[in-house]
Nanobody, 119 residues
Framework: QVQLVESGGGLVQTGGSLRLSCAASGDTICISTMGWYRQAPGKERELVARITSGGSTNYADSVKGRFTISRDNAKNTLYLQMNSLKPEDTAVYYC?????????????WGQGTQVTVSS
């Protein structure tokens, strides 16, 4: 079992910045790729950014150049630095952890943190 707790969301003006954190606990040795997803009202959940255990990253086109994903494996924490925020970035942001083979078939999600960007 892996538990994920996000923090760092809030209200910010257009052009502002926020840093999200996701603290993992439990069977953290099982975690491989981690990612940030978001869901805006009336829309499906979408991938924002993803990072492998080795540090390889990929981003949604809509956030490239503005968001940076990183992880501190020693602290079992995932981060998302969000700069130049736009109103269309408003959503609930979720942390997700994939687990390696042999650790079960479940992926794990956090409870989400609200990000609101005012125009």
């Amino acid at each position: 079992q892996v538990q994920l707790v996000e923090s760092g969301g809030g209200l910010v003006q257009t052009g502002g910045s926020l840093r999200l954190s996701c603290a993992a606990s439990g069977d953290t040795i099982c975690i491989s790729t981690m990612g940030w997803y978001r869901q805006a009202p009336g829309k499906e959940r979408e991938l924002v950014a993803r990072i492998t255990s080795g540090g390889s990253t990929n981003y949604a086109d809509s956030v490239k150049g503005r968001f940076t994903i990183s992880r501190d494996n020693a602290k079992n924490t995932l981060y998302l630095q969000m700069n130049s925020l736009k109103p269309e970035d408003t959503a609930v942001y979720y942390c997700k952890a994939n687990v390696v083979a042999g650790c079960g078939s479940n992926d794990y999600w956090g409870q989400g943190t609200q990000v609101t960007v005012s125009s």
